[in-house]
Each structure stands twice: as structure tokens, then as C-alpha cells.
């Protein structure tokens, strides 16, 4: 989905040092805290990429508020979202019944102990799926690779840096080349299509411009 803050960085409170908040709590607050977070709209680098592929199964990685699946959805494809935030999966399928999307689904769940099961899934998708707090995205995204069928992608745009009004880098804010080396995977068994940092004109909260850095990532099972 289009990585904008609908609200500049939810409500949520501030855990105190002695209790951090577990992953779930953390992204469940930060949805119940607004009303909506994401723009809902699709991602553009992942739009591009699905507009030249066979609609056929698509599984999103921490789909948010679900936009990119019901996108996928309405492009023909039977998507699937999961997203550790039942609040965030309850918007997402909110969204698939008010646009009469019964090929989108969405479940709750907590990908760092999740096991898809094997050649299920034309695509595997996943926008931005980084937090600030832990998350094991490489191993994830490496489990995921085992969904796709022989000819399925995976599309990944993710950020490469911090916005350029701010500096908070992240140690999970990987460029596409590195993000690659990272996932270190045969490449007998994989085509790189794209990797790619892409810069994305942005509005800082100021009011200035700016701009994104997004790592573009996609790969295809030979
Ligand atoms: C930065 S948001 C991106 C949301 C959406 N893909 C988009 O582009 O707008 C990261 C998402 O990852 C989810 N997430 C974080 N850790 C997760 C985990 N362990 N399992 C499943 N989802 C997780 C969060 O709930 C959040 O919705």
C-alpha cells in the first residue's frame, strides 16, 4: 500500500522502559489509536509489477489495513492478507465486504510463527512490512519464498532509509542490494527482476518537499 501516515504516528502511548510492549500490542494500539493509518491506496511499485502477471494466489505480509489485497482482489487475484493486528485485519475485511471483494481474505496472525504451506501462491507480497519494534522480516520473507509455485514473485518495497526530513535510520532500513544478500538465496532457483532504490516524491509534515527512499525487490522462482 502507499506508505502515508493518514496521522503522523498514531496515538499510542509510549511503553515505559520497564514493561516494553510485545509486538502485537504494540501494532494493535498503534491501529486502535486512529481511525485509519495507511492511505489505502496501492502500492505504485507493486501495481506496476501485477499489471504484466496472470492474476492467480496472492499472500500479503503484514497487510495492514489490507489496501494492496483489495487492490490484488480487484485485479482478479484471490488474495490474502495477514497481519499480526486484529484491529488492522478487521478494517481490511470491513473493506472487502463494503466493496463486495469475496476473494480477499485476511487473518490475524503472528508471522514470526507462521508456516504457509508450500507452492500455494502465485505472489507473495510485502509492503513496508518493517516495525519499530522486533521483527525477524528476513527469516520471514525466506519462509514465504516457499509459498511461491515454479514462475510465482515475490514483490517487496520496503523503506531504504528514513524520510529525508528525518533521521531516525533503523538497523531494519536495508537498501534492495543488501536486502538481497541478506535473504542469500540460490540463484539457480531465483531471477532478480528488479532491485532497486527508488527515490518517491513526499510532503513533509511541514509542508516542504521531500521524499521517500524505497527499496524495490523483485524476484521470480525459476
Ligand atoms: C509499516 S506497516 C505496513 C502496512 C501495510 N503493508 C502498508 O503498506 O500500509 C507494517 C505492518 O506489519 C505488521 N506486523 C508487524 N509485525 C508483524 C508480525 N510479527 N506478524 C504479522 N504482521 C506484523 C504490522 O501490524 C503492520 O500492519
Redesign the pocket.
Known amino acids: ?3 502515508q501516515h493518514q496521522h503522523a504516528h498514531g496515538h499510542a502511548p509510549a511503553p515505559t522502559p520497564n514493561t516494553p510492549l510485545s ?2 500490542d504494540h ?1 494493535e494500539q ?2 486502535a489509536g486512529s481511525d485509519r ?3 489505502g491506496k496501492v ?1 505504485q511499485a507493486l501495481a506496476a509489477v501485477v499489471a504484466g502477471l496472470a492474476p492467480g494466489d496472492s499472500i ?6 489490507g ?2 489485497v483489495l487492490w490484488l482482489a480487484e485485479q482478479g487475484w484471490t488474495a490474502h492478507g ?4 486484529e484491529t ?1 485485519v478487521g478494517r481490511a475485511r470491513a473493506g472487502a465486504t463494503s466493496r463486495g471483494l469475496t476473494t480477499a481474505t485476511f487473518a490475524a ?4 510463527a ?1 508456516e504457509p504451506e508450500r507452492a500455494s501462491a502465485d505472489l507473495v507480497t ?6 519499530d ?1 522486533p ?1 525477524e522480516r528476513t527469516r ?1 520473507l525466506r519462509r514465504a519464498l516457499t509459498a511461491l509455485r515454479p514462475g510465482g514473485h515475490l514483490v517487496s518495497v520496503s523503506h531504504a532509509a528514513p524520510p529525508s526530513w528525518a533521521d531516525h535510520h533503523r538497523a531494519d532500513m536495508l537498501g534492495a542490494a543488501e536486502e538481497l544478500a541478506q535473504l542469500d538465496l540460490p540463484t539457480a532457483d531465483w531471477e532478480v527482476v528488479t532491485c532497486e532504490d527508488r527515490p518517491r516524491p513526499a510532503i513533509a509534515p511541514d509542508g516542504s518537499a521531500g521524499e521517500h527512499l524505497d527499496a524495490v525487490l523483485v524476484l521470480r522462482r525459476r
Open positions: 500500500m502507499t506508505h509486538p502485537a501494532w498503534r491501529y493509518v495507511w492511505s502500492n500479503d505480509l503484514g497487510c495492514g489495513e489496501g494492496d495477514l497481519d499480526i493486528s488492522a496472525t503472528d508471522l514470526e507462521w510485502a509492503s513496508f512490512f518493517q516495525s519494534v521483527l520471514i
